[in-house]
C-alpha cells in the first residue's frame, strides 16, 4: 500500500517506475559498500602508542621477538684450536741448539711450569721433523710445579738452518702450546752461499757458471786463514795476496778450466762435484762446498726401498795410520727384505779404503744408521776425495767421502 503511494507521489512529481528502481539499487549498493568498510577498520589492530619518555611493553614486529632454537655447542677435544690457553710458562721460551756439528747428537731442556691455580694434565708431544725426539713423562702437572721436557736433535751429514721445527705439548682440555726450536748444522767454519748452483737458470741451462765469490765465516769465533782453493792459491775479493787471520773470509773461486757448453778441462776431466777450500782451523782443515750441475743430479730411487738424504761426509781430520767412522742416515732398511739390505761399502780410490762395521738403529726409530770405516792410506797425506759404494745384494748407490790427514806430528 504504501510502494503504490509512493509510487503514485513519484509519477505525480514526472518520475517513472525504472527510475525509481534504478534509485532503490544505487542506496542498495551504497550501504554494502559502508558496511564493508566498518568491518575491515573493525578487524585491524590498534596502533601501540609510545608515552612521552618510555617505551612500549609490546614489540612492534611480533615476529622479531621469537628467539631462534641454537643447539648447545659440542664438546671440546683436548689440543682443539678453541680450547683455552694453558696457563704454562716455557723456561727458556724455546730449544737453542746453537751450532751442531754434522753427524752430531744435541740434547737441550726446557722447564714446563703451570702458572695456573688447576693441576693441568699433559698428553704427551708432537714433533715437526724426524730429526728430532722428545723425552718428557706425561701426567698431571700442579699448580706452581714444573717438570723438564727435553729434545735431542740428530743433525744430518748437511750443513743446513734448523729454524722451522717445532714440538708441540698438548693438553687435556687446553690449546696446545708450540716451542720452537733454532739452531744450525755446520762445521767449523761455514760457507755462503752453502751450495753453488752451476746453472743459474735450472738444470736445462746449457751454459755453466765458472767464477763467483765465496764468503767463508768461522762458527766458533776462532780466527783462519785461507791456504787453498780447488788446490790453488786463493784469491780474495780485497786483493791482498795473504791476509790476515779473521774470522771472516772472502774469496773469488774460479772454475774457468773448465768449457762453460761441456763441462770438461782441456784433458776431458769434468767439473768436479764439490769445490774444495783448505783452512789453517785445526777442526776445519777442508770445506766442501757443492757445486750443483745437471751431471750430479741426486739419482732417482728406482727400485731401491732405502735410501739416504745426504749427498756427502766430511771427516774428522785424522792422524797419519789411523780410522775414522762416521754414520749414515738409511731410510727403508727396517721394512727392507734380506736381499734388499746393505751388506757392504766399497771406496772408488787408491787413496782411502771404506768398509760396513755394522747397522744401528737411529735415535727417531724409523731410520737405520750403517756405522763406516774410513782408513787412509799410509803414504798419504792432506786432503782426499772420491765416492764409496753402499751396496746390498741388489743394489749399489755412490755416496762421496771427503777427508782430511795430518802431518805427522801435527795436532
Same mark, same amino acid.
Given at each position: 500500500?504504501? =510502494?503504490?503511494?509512493?509510487?503514485?507521489?513519484?509519477?505525480?512529481?514526472?518520475?517513472?517506475?525504472?527510475?525509481?528502481?534504478?534509485? =532503490?539499487?544505487?542506496?542498495?549498493?551504497?550501504?554494502?559498500?559502508?558496511?564493508?568498510?566498518?568491518?575491515?577498520?573493525?578487524?585491524?589492530?590498534?596502533?601501540?602508542? !609510545?608515552?612521552?619518555?618510555?617505551?612500549?611493553?609490546?614489540?612492534?614486529?611480533?615476529?622479531?621477538?621469537?628467539?631462534?632454537?641454537?643447539?648447545?655447542?659440542?664438546?671440546?677435544?683436548?689440543?682443539?684450536?678453541?680450547?683455552?690457553?694453558?696457563?704454562?710458562?716455557?723456561? %727458556?721460551?724455546?730449544?737453542?741448539?746453537?751450532?751442531?756439528?754434522?753427524?752430531?747428537?744435541?740434547?737441550?731442556?726446557?722447564?714446563?711450569?703451570?702458572?695456573?691455580?688447576?693441576?693441568?694434565?699433559?698428553?704427551?708431544?708432537?714433533?715437526?721433523?724426524?730429526?728430532?725426539?722428545?723425552?718428557?713423562?706425561?701426567?698431571?702437572?700442579?699448580?706452581?710445579?714444573?717438570?723438564?721436557?727435553?729434545?735431542?736433535?740428530?743433525?744430518?751429514?748437511?750443513?743446513?738452518?734448523?729454524?722451522?721445527?717445532?714440538? =708441540?705439548?698438548?693438553?687435556?682440555?687446553?690449546?696446545?702450546?708450540?716451542?720452537?726450536?733454532?739452531?744450525?748444522?755446520?762445521?767449523?767454519?761455514?760457507?755462503?752461499?752453502?751450495?753453488?748452483?752451476?746453472? %743459474?737458470?735450472?738444470?736445462?741451462?746449457? !751454459?755453466?757458471?765458472?767464477?763467483?765469490?765465496?764468503?767463508?765465516?768461522?762458527?766458533?769465533?776462532?780466527?783462519?786463514?785461507?791456504?787453498?782453493?780447488?788446490?790453488?792459491?786463493?784469491?780474495?775479493?780485497?786483493?791482498?795476496?795473504?791476509?790476515?787471520?779473521?774470522?771472516?773470509?772472502?774469496?773469488?773461486?774460479?772454475?774457468?778450466?773448465?768449457?762453460?757448453?761441456?763441462?770438461?778441462?782441456?784433458?776431458?776431466?769434468?767439473?768436479?762435484?764439490?769445490?774444495?777450500?783448505?783452512?789453517?782451523?785445526?777442526?776445519?782443515? =777442508?770445506?766442501?762446498?757443492?757445486?750443483?750441475?745437471?751431471?750430479?743430479?741426486?739419482? !732417482?730411487?728406482?727400485?731401491?726401498?732405502?735410501?739416504?738424504?745426504?749427498?756427502?761426509?766430511?771427516?774428522?781430520?785424522?792422524? %797419519?795410520?789411523?780410522?775414522?767412522?762416521?754414520?749414515?742416515?738409511?731410510?727403508?732398511?727396517?721394512?727392507?727384505?734380506?736381499?734388499?739390505?746393505?751388506?757392504?761399502?766399497?771406496?772408488?780410490?787408491?787413496?782411502f779404503k771404506a768398509e760396513l762395521v755394522?747397522i744401528e738403529p737411529h735415535v727417531d726409530?724409523?731410520?737405520?744408521?750403517?756405522?763406516?770405516?774410513?782408513?787412509?792410506? %799410509?803414504?798419504?797425506?792432506?786432503?782426499?776425495?772420491?765416492?764409496?759404494q753402499v751396496m746390498s745384494p741388489n743394489?749399489?748407490?755412490?755416496?762421496?767421502?771427503?777427508?782430511?790427514?795430518?802431518?805427522?806430528?801435527?795436532?
Open positions: 500500500m504504501q =510502494v503504490s503511494a509512493l509510487q503514485s507521489r513519484f509519477h505525480r512529481r514526472g518520475l517513472s517506475a525504472n527510475a525509481i528502481l534504478s534509485l =532503490v539499487a544505487v542506496g542498495a549498493l551504497l550501504l554494502v559498500i559502508i558496511y564493508l568498510f566498518t568491518s575491515m577498520n573493525q578487524d585491524r589492530p590498534k596502533r601501540q602508542t !609510545t608515552p612521552a619518555g618510555g617505551s612500549s611493553s609490546a614489540p612492534s614486529n611480533p615476529a622479531s621477538s621469537i628467539a631462534p632454537t641454537i643447539p648447545p655447542p659440542a664438546p671440546l677435544s683436548a689440543g682443539d684450536e678453541d680450547d683455552p690457553v694453558a696457563l704454562v710458562s716455557i723456561l %727458556p721460551e724455546g730449544f737453542d741448539f746453537g751450532v751442531m756439528k754434522p753427524g752430531s747428537l744435541t740434547r737441550r731442556t726446557v722447564e714446563l711450569r703451570n702458572d695456573s691455580t688447576s693441576a693441568i694434565r699433559i698428553l704427551g708431544t708432537k714433533r715437526t721433523c724426524s730429526c728430532t725426539t722428545v723425552e718428557m713423562n706425561p701426567g698431571l702437572l700442579q699448580p706452581g710445579a714444573s717438570m723438564p721436557l727435553t729434545a735431542v736433535m740428530a743433525a744430518d751429514l748437511t750443513p743446513k738452518d734448523k729454524n722451522s721445527v717445532k714440538v =708441540v705439548v698438548q693438553y687435556e682440555d687446553l690449546a696446545p702450546t708450540t716451542i720452537s726450536i733454532k739452531g744450525v748444522i755446520s762445521h767449523a767454519v761455514s760457507s755462503l752461499p752453502r751450495d753453488i748452483r752451476m746453472h %743459474p737458470r735450472g738444470y736445462e741451462d746449457l !751454459t755453466y757458471r765458472t767464477e763467483g765469490l765465496l764468503t767463508l765465516q768461522s762458527m766458533d769465533g776462532q780466527p783462519f786463514q785461507v791456504t787453498l782453493c780447488a788446490g790453488e792459491a786463493p784469491v780474495f775479493q780485497s786483493g791482498a795476496t795473504s791476509p790476515q787471520p779473521s774470522i771472516s773470509q772472502i774469496i773469488r773461486w774460479d772454475m774457468s778450466a773448465y768449457d762453460r757448453e761441456t763441462g770438461l778441462d782441456e784433458s776431458g776431466e769434468r767439473i768436479p762435484g764439490f769445490l774444495l777450500v783448505e783452512t789453517d782451523h785445526p777442526d776445519a782443515p =777442508v770445506i766442501a762446498v757443492p757445486l750443483n750441475h745437471k751431471i750430479d743430479r741426486i739419482q !732417482t730411487r728406482g727400485e731401491r726401498p732405502w735410501f739416504f738424504l745426504d749427498r756427502r761426509v766430511v771427516l774428522d781430520p785424522v792422524d %797419519p795410520g789411523r780410522s775414522v767412522e762416521f754414520l749414515l742416515p738409511v731410510n727403508g732398511m727396517a721394512s727392507a727384505s734380506a736381499d734388499d739390505v746393505v751388506n757392504a761399502v766399497q771406496a772408488d780410490s787408491t787413496k755394522g726409530g724409523k731410520r737405520s744408521n750403517l756405522r763406516v770405516r774410513v782408513t787412509p792410506s %799410509p803414504d798419504h797425506q792432506g786432503v782426499f776425495m772420491d765416492k764409496v743394489h749399489s748407490v755412490s755416496f762421496t767421502v771427503i777427508g782430511s790427514v795430518r802431518e805427522p806430528g801435527g795436532s
